[in-house]
């Protein structure tokens, strides 16, 4: 049997049949483990791999054990080493291991040196190789050697045991399904799917959070019985099916954790220097290479390193919008023009959004209603015209204090020293105002927990209206966002919530959303700010250096005021939007019809159509901007269309 790039082989020892393509790098992986072995093994492969060409076009592979009980399947996107040493999965005959891998492993040349030195010969140069050598050596624990993103699949034959990692952050995507007698798992959820004995059953309890925080937050997914691999963390999957894991990084033994006082120009110096070596190690390609530029701080900083460090203008994109509210790219167009990049820019018109809209569950395989994944898709296929890599400024908010949130939260603190009588009466007063941030605030201040009073500004939908959209609703007590703060009792309360968002949000929602955008065009997006030796140090840096009164990401900006002017700076926060409640009442009103239509919603099942008529007559009318669980829901219709998911009734 050949792949699509021709090539076939077997290997020598006590490997099964192992057939794979002429590749490197990245992009897609999965594979099963049965206990009574697979007669369909091919084919099997091939459909799963199929699914996932859009994450590696270049080429595949896929390996079978001698007793059929272990299929793992690859597709690759070429990035370094285009030579056939690097093909996946990579077998080391002798030892019985055999990897399949996506990501990149930064400094694969330093553990390779070490390796060497240890009388380690390597055949070609890819950090694949590094990786599978790295496991002969130190076991898993090789995990902990790696400034990376990854995610991967080990077969150990001889301790009969299949390993799955994922890396700190959760950069790189990792499911896994446990059934009787089978184990699947994939980059994706669609491979799982394209399995014969995958169920496919949808999660109610996962459409609730899904409802509640606009994604579906991990471990769950959204079918039932199916889990997102934790970041930072290892399984293990034994002969006898036994399945556990376990951490290998937790950012929980770094945030908050004080090393010795220090000035503030060494905190500045330090954490320029990390920058910059982590962007050094994410410009290392052999392909195009360029990066998103919104004009924000963290894709403005991370551009202003890659240009001081390129002999050669550096290649960037943004989006731009019609509405000036949710416009940055005239920011990014004044960053591009001092640093001199080669800038590339284009605008999201409403007519080009619908068939991304249409398009998104396609790639991003549950339901998903982060606006941003818009103009997050229409970038990278703008981008994928002229490069194979582009770095992000993805994760300066959450390790240095600059979501909007935050500043709210605080400002929350000092609302409860004011008496209960006469904070009632301002909450009545801000849930009777037609506007999306007031209702927000209102619901807030009427928590008696900090916690709770934070999931509603995080949240998209108040707790309070679930009921009156869903027919089930459970408790979400035990969800990672509220488990995290609980862990983290001696920090400072904006610590602890910062903390629940690089465990939950982070992972769950912008990584997730920039690796299946980047990925729908087969673009490697990099995000240098999320190297983990950044993450540690933001965990040891003191507060007052994230947030210095009402100026948020303080250490950052002086870090960029080394680089650009003050004027490009300092300026307020815009995010990275789409006007999707004036959207909903005018050019995509008839998206809302489509999928909100109150008989649809009976005969599916899935939601109470009474509370949606409610909803999206309120939004219509503009007497309530209710456009977040009105989009999530359009959302999961889209979803439920394409994956022909049944109705309930």
């Known amino acids: 049997m050949a792949t699509e790039s021709g090539d076939s082989l077997t290997t020598r020892g006590n490997l099964s049949t192992l057939i794979r393509g002429k590749d490197t790098e990245m992009c897609g992986i999965a594979g099963f483990f049965r206990q009574s072995g697979e007669p369909e093994a091919e084919r099997i492969l091939a459909q799963m791999a199929g699914t996932m060409r859009h994450r590696g076009p270049d080429a595949g592979g896929v390996y079978i054990s001698p007793d059929r009980k272990v299929g793992l399947c690859h597709r690759r996107l070429a990035i370094l080493d285009l030579s056939e040493s690097g093909a996946q999965p990579m077998a080391d005959p002798e030892d019985a291991i055999v990897l399949s891998y996506n990501g990149e492993v930064y400094n694969f040349r330093e553990v390779r040196e070490e390796l060497s030195s240890l009388g380690y010969r390597f055949r070609g140069t890819s950090d694949t190789e ?76 996962a459409l609730q959070y899904y409802l509640q925080f606009m994604y579906v937050p991990g471990p769950h997914s959204i079918f039932a019985g199916c889990r997102k691999l934790a970041p930072g963390h290892v399984g293990v999957l034994s002969g006898d099916g036994h399945w556990e894991t376990f951490p290998f990084w937790d950012v929980l ?35 195009p290479l360029g990066a998103f530029l919104s004009g924000g701080i963290d894709s403005s900083l991370v551009v202003s390193v890659m240009q001081s460090e390129s002999s050669l203008p550096v290649q960037t994109f943004s989006i731009g919008f019609r509405e000036r509210g949710f416009d940055e790219s005239p920011h990014a167009r004044r960053v591009a023009g001092y640093l001199g990049t080669d800038h590339h820019e284009e605008i999201c018109e409403p007519a080009e959004a619908i068939p991304i809209i249409r398009q998104l569950p396609e790639f991003y395989d549950e339901p998903f209603a982060d606006p941003s994944a818009i103009p997050t898709m229409m970038v990278s296929r703008f981008a994928r015209r002229f490069v194979t890599v582009s770095l992000s400024g993805d994760g300066g908010d959450e390790l240095f204090c600059g979501y909007p949130r935050y500043a709210w939260y605080r400002s929350l603190g000092l609302f409860g020293a004011i008496p209960a009588p006469v904070r009632r009466g301002i909450t009545g007063v801000l849930y009777r105002v037609p506007n999306r941030r007031a209702k927000k ?32 609703v459970v408790d979400d007590g035990t969800l990672p966002f509220y488990a995290t703060y609980d862990q983290t009792e001696e920090l400072e309360e904006l610590e602890r919530l910062m903390a629940v968002d690089i465990r939950t949000y982070l992972p769950d929602d912008i990584l997730a959303k920039v690796d299946r955008a980047s990925m729908a065009y087969s673009l490697e997006a990099r995000v240098p700010l999320l190297d983990h030796r950044i993450v540690e140090f933001a965990g040891r840096l003191p507060l007052g250096y994230k947030v210095r009164r009402q100026n948020q990401k303080f250490l950052l900006k002086r870090v960029l005021h080394r680089l650009l002017p003050r004027e490009l700076v300092d300026r307020p926060k815009m995010g990275f939007g789409v006007p999707l409640d004036r959207w909903f009442r005018d050019e995509l009103r008839s ?13 599916e099942g899935y939601f109470l159509a009474d509370g949606v008529e409610t909803m999206v007559g309120e939004h219509l009318s503009g007497r ?3 456009f977040m669980p009105i989009w999530a829901m359009i959302q999961f219709g889209v979803w439920k269309e394409h994956f022909k998911i049944g109705n309930t009734r």
Not at 256 to 282: F, Q
Not at 449 to 468: F, M, Q
Not at 591 to 601: M, P, T
Request: net charge positive; hydrophobic share 40%.
């Open 441 to 472: 605030a209102a619901v807030s201040l009427s928590q008696a927990r900090s916690i709770d009073a934070y999931r509603n500004l995080v949240g998209i939908c108040e707790k309070e209206r679930i009921p009156a959209l869903l027919p089930h």
């Open 591 to 603: 998206l809302v019809r489509e999928y909100l239509d109150g008989a649809r919603i009976r005969r």
């Open 624 to 626: 309530r901007n209710h």
């Open 130 to 205: 590094v990786l599978l050598a790295a496991y002969r050596q130190w076991g898993i624990g090789c995990l902990s050697r790696f400034i990376g993103m990854f995610a991967f699949a080990l077969w150990d034959g001889k301790a009969g045991k299949l390993f799955l990692a994922r890396d700190r952050l959760g950069i790189k995507p990792l499911y896994y399904y446990r059934g009787s007698g089978f184990f699947l798992f994939g980059s994706e959820l669609k491979p799982l799917i394209a399995h014969p004995s995958f169920p496919g059953d949808v999660d109610r309890s």
């Open 253 to 287: 033994d770094h945030w908050g954790k004080k090393g010795e006082a220090r000035s503030e120009t060494e905190y500045e110096e330090e954490l320029e220097e990390l920058i910059r070596s982590s962007v050094r190690y994410r410009m290392i390609s052999d392909v």
